[in-house]
């Protein structure tokens, strides 16, 4: 049976980061895959958020969602612009309903997003805000949640330790994430940055020797209902 599947990131480029093989692969066996993204993920790198003189900028990272989700077959693409890295400034139930919105009007079974102890202050709220859009009700269609981690923010919540117990290889896949990477031109950096291209193939390859194969995603199971 097909699955409908909902990748929910707080920034562009965690989406490929966390699970772009995966997507893919999911893709491939004829699942159907879209992605939500609720900040708009730039404008904290200047002192304040001065959206006018980074409107170049916003819509080159736009861009850039629609080509790296397009590169791996995600059907549906929604963006919100929830301010990057203050997340925590935003009621909490705005950010919920904007996932509830789009979770309505897709019907996902399952979920893939951020893990609950991420650095990232925008990762941790988008985990909280994904588990109560999502509460286990009469009439929910999600009945799986997973989270997954992102490099150059997870694995730097010292002491905090991904913990993962669900991984997925990518071995036919793996290209196809690093193909949508290549679109993040303004978010990739270069080696030894965790989310340099080789930085990243490292990891899938670190993760596949854990699960026995060449190349894997690693994710910590939250809920399924069976």
């Not at 905090?160 to 990739?188: G, H, V, W």
């Amino acid at each position: 049976m097909k699955r409908k599947i909902l990748i929910i990131a707080a920034h562009p480029d965690d989406e490929i980061l966390g699970c772009g093989g995966s997507a893919a692969r999911f893709v491939a066996e004829g699942n159907e895959v879209s992605t939500l993204i609720l900040g708009e993920g730039i404008t904290s790198r200047d002192q304040t958020r001065r959206r006018e003189l980074r409107k170049k900028d916003l819509k080159k990272l736009k861009t850039e969602v629609y080509d790296a989700n397009n590169a791996i077959g995600v059907k549906n693409i929604f963006l919100n612009d929830f301010p990057d890295n203050r997340f925590d400034t935003m009621a909490f139930l705005d950010i919920v309903k904007v996932i509830e919105k789009v979770k309505d009007k897709i019907s996902p079974d399952t979920l893939y997003t951020h893990c609950r102890q991420d650095l990232n202050i925008d990762h941790r709220i988008t985990y909280q805000a994904v588990l109560t859009a999502c509460r286990p009700l009469q009439g929910e269609t999600v009945k799986e949640i997973y989270s997954f981690e992102v490099p150059s923010s997870t694995e730097w919540n010292y002491p905090y330790a991904f913990s993962p117990n669900i991984f997925i290889t990518i071995d036919k896949s793996i290209q196809k994430k690093l193909d949508a990477l290549r679109c993040y031109s303004s978010e990739i950096r270069d080696f030894p940055h965790p989310r340099s291209l080789e930085a990243v193939k490292v990891n899938a390859r670190r993760w596949g020797s854990v699960a026995g194969v060449s190349y894997a995603e690693a994710f910590e199971l939250i809920r399924s209902i069976q």
